[in-house]
């Protein structure tokens, strides 16, 4: 006899909250048995495990308020690249953190339970880190599945997307483009934009005494990422100015720890000779 689960058991198996059970019923997402004219629910147990193998965009998780989610079905495989990828966003109310996990070879997936150990990992890391009460909305944390666990990487040379880094609720720094400043990548010219959040909508915005700016430039000498520990790379010079363009948003606090990006009172700073100098260029020699 095929076993059935009370809905508190399904709920644990699935990692959701029995009312989610019961809105995925009426939506006919997820039908349950209905044993007695009360209506008591009860679930197959293959079925289930069924469901969780190819529903991976439903909810997974609810965890400190996060809708728990992966975009998409799960881990797959990475096009161009020997290496699958998994992706998992948190969302509460209109609020956006995500989650990203890759693992190189193919061959670890040759056996189910090596799938459900990475399935397992990237959701005790995502609730590791939702559990630190500093994520904000519109985080994005990187991960490469290392000597058996998930380590978080700095814009990993697979992540595509645009660097970002959220400075507080509603205000974040993001890498508009990367250039090298030379055909031997002697140095890099970084820019960056603040956005803030309205509608729902990430905007680009202005900053200065006059709100006259709208870029930031951030150049940045090719030996200034070694003293860093960085690739001279476009990837290792975002993670160098993402870096200053949080420390110059903080530096902008006042004596009431408010801070405010009105307070940038420049538009570009360049980074070589172990500091960085405000309204400054590279010395010609780094820029031709």
């Known amino acids: 006899m095929d076993e059935l689960l009370t809905i508190n058991e399904a709920a644990e198996l699935l990692g959701v909250h029995p009312e989610t059970l019961r809105r995925w019923d009426r939506e006919n997402k997820l039908p349950a048995v209905k044993i007695n004219d009360r209506g ?13 193998n190819t529903n991976r965009d439903l909810v997974i998780d609810e965890h400190s308020g996060y809708i728990i ?6 881990f797959v495989s990475m096009t161009r690249r020997f290496a699958v990828i998994g992706k998992i966003y948190a969302t509460k109310d209109k609020e956006v953190v995500g989650f990203a996990f890759v693992a190189a070879g193919l061959t670890l997936f040759s056996q189910d339970d090596k799938k459900d150990v990475l399935n397992e990992l990237a959701l005790k890391k995502v609730k590791e880190y939702l559990d630190k009460e500093s994520t904000l909305d519109g985080d994005i944390y990187t991960f490469e599945y290392i000597n058996g666990e998930l380590q978080e990487v700095q814009n990993p040379e697979w992540w595509e997307d645009s660097y970002r880094k959220a400075l507080v609720k509603g205000l974040r ?3 508009s483009a990367t ?7 002697k140095a890099w010219r970084v820019i960056l934009n603040y956005k803030s959040k309205s509608n729902n909508f990430w905007f680009t915005n202005t ?22 520990d960085l690739p001279n790379t476009a990837k290792g010079a975002e993670v160098f100015a993402l870096g200053y363009g949080i420390k110059r948003f903080n530096e902008t606090r006042d004596s009431n720890s408010d801070r405010d990006i009105s307070r940038i009172g420049e ?3 360049a980074c070589y000779g172990g500091s960085c100098k405000k309204n400054e260029d590279l ?3 780094l820029l031709a």
């Not at 008591?40 to 969780?52: G, S």
């Open 40 to 52: 008591d629910r009860r679930y197959n147990k293959e079925d289930l495990e069924h469901f969780m």
């Open 267 to 269: 538009t570009k700073v």
């Open 283 to 285: 010395p010609n020699d």
């Open 173 to 175: 720094v993001e890498v």
């Open 207 to 228: 900053f200065g005494k006059d709100r006259q700016y709208r870029e930031y430039y951030v150049f940045i000498d090719a030996k200034e990422l070694v003293k860093a």
């Open 69 to 74: 989610k992966w975009q998409g079905r799960g």
């Open 179 to 185: 250039h090298p400043t030379t055909s031997e990548q």
